[in-house]
């Protein structure tokens, strides 16, 4: 009975020591999550539905790290003239190293994102509505010419990107342990 009992406050004394583990670990509403994204999403073919993994995920004190949180693409909005790109992502499930899952939804509240720059399609549409203006009709012309091609361009719009390895941070809204 005397072995049991040191043995009991040894592995006591053990887990107080160890400091956070994953098994004591809490998730809950307001916990942030930061992992990286495994595959390049590209506003301009993504399509709503598509899944991701964000991997080596960790909640910002670090009482989770190693998980994996799966998600998919919520919404897409390709670029056009005057509409600029976007993609929306959502989270449904966190996995830990411990074995324990999670349902969970939440916001992104961070992510890289590339957009390329329209400064060469702007200089060219310029000199082309210059051009076209100065055949037509002279100087003044040229220059309504290049307005109006460098407005057309400025409001045309780039899609963009999330390349893969780009850091993302979530912010848990819900969650529910499932195991």
């Known amino acids: 009975m005397k072995k049991a009992f040191v043995l009991a406050v040894a592995l006591g004394v053990a887990v107080v020591f160890a400091g956070p583990s994953i098994a ?29 993994q964000l991997h080596s995920v960790h909640t910002t004190n670090h009482d989770i790290n190693g998980a994996t949180l799966y998600g998919h693409v919520a919404h897409v909005q390709r ?11 959502d989270v449904d499930k966190l996995n830990t190293t411990s074995g324990n899952i999670y349902k969970i939804s939440g916001e992104v509240l961070d992510v890289q994102v590339n957009t390329k720059s329209n400064a060469g399609k702007e200089a060219m549409a310029a000199g082309g509505g ?29 899609n963009v990107t999330i390349p893969q390895g780009s850091l993302v941070t979530v912010q848990v809204s819900q969650v529910t342990k499932v195991k």
């Not at 809490?26 to 999550?33: A, I, R, S």
């Not at 495994?38 to 073919?45: F, I, P, V, Y």
């Not at 670029?79 to 600029?84: D, Y």
């Open 24 to 52: 004591s670990a809490q998730l809950h509403p307001g916990t942030k999550l930061v992992g990286d994204m495994d595959r390049t999403l590209n506003s301009k073919d993504v399509q709503v539905g598509q899944t991701f």
């Open 130 to 158: 210059a051009l076209v203006g100065g055949l037509l009709g002279g100087g003044t012309w040229a220059l309504i010419g290049a307005a109006g091609g460098y407005v057309v361009a400025k409001n045309s719009r780039q």
């Open 79 to 89: 670029a056009g003239q005057g509409t600029p790109a976007k993609i929306e992502l």
